[in-house]
């Protein structure tokens, strides 16, 4: 389970990491690609708060919410 957020992590972060070095002139596409990594950055938090609740607690039982605002 960690193995795959953490590969998945790393995809977020290579697609930032291409998005703020790209020269975007657009100034729509700016927009897009900044709430891009705005969305992906939060997203990044949330596996990684996971990775290690999952890693001290085990796996959740079913039907246990997100935990949104990490």
Same mark, same amino acid.
């Given at each position: 389970?960690?193995?795959?957020?953490?590969?998945?992590?790393?995809?977020? !972060?290579?697609?930032?990491?291409?998005?703020?070095?790209? &020269?975007?002139?657009? /100034?729509?596409?700016?927009?897009? %690609?900044?709430?891009?990594?705005?969305?992906?950055?939060?997203?990044?938090?949330? !596996?990684?708060?996971?990775?290690?609740?999952?890693?001290? &607690?085990?796996?959740? /039982?079913?039907?246990?919410?997100? %935990?949104?605002?990490?």
């Amino acid at each position: 389970m960690g193995g795959m957020m953490a590969i998945i992590m790393l995809a977020f !972060m290579l697609g930032m990491y291409s998005n703020k070095r790209a &020269n975007l002139e657009d /100034p729509r596409v700016q927009a897009l %690609a900044q709430a891009i990594i705005e969305a992906q950055v939060s997203e990044i938090d949330e !596996m990684q708060f996971y990775i290690n609740d999952i890693t001290q &607690n085990g796996i959740a /039982p079913e039907g246990t919410p997100r %935990a949104t605002g990490q």
